[in-house]
Nanobody, 124 residues
Framework: QVQLVESGGGFVQAGGSLRLSCAASGRTSSSRVMGWFRQAPGKEREFVAAINWSGGSTLYADFVKGRFAISRDNAKNTVYLQMNSLKPEDTAVYCC?????????????????WGQGTQVTVSS
């Protein structure tokens, strides 16, 4: 089992920035990939970014390239999502997830454990 706890969400005006954190605990040595997903009201959950624990390779959704950056701190078992130039359409609940096998993936099916999520609200 792996437990994931997100933090750092909040309310921000358009153009602002937030940094989300996801702290992992439990069987973290078996975790291979960490991903961020988001879900807006009335919409399906969508992939945002992913990072590989070992090599640090990253994968991004097209809509966040150049604005968001995912990073990791292996010593702290924590993954971050730096979000800049936020837009009202970025408003959503952001969740982190971990995959116990494979490489970076955009598919929710490839992730085994999920956090509860943190709300991000961007006003216009």
């Amino acid at each position: 089992q792996v437990q994931l706890v997100e933090s750092g969400g909040g309310f921000v005006q358009a153009g602002g920035s937030l940094r989300l954190s996801c702290a992992a605990s439990g069987r973290t040595s078996s975790s291979r990939v960490m991903g961020w997903f988001r879900q807006a009201p009335g919409k399906e959950r969508e992939f945002v970014a992913a990072i590989n624990w070992s090599g640090g390779s990253t994968l991004y959704a097209d809509f966040v390239k150049g604005r968001f950056a995912i990073s990791r701190d292996n010593a702290k078992n924590t993954v971050y999502l730096q979000m800049n130039s936020l837009k009202p359409e970025d408003t959503a609940v952001y969740c982190c997830a971990t995959a116990m096998r494979g490489g970076n993936s955009r598919s929710t099916d490839d992730y085994d454990y999920w956090g509860q999520g943190t709300q991000v609200t961007v006003s216009s």
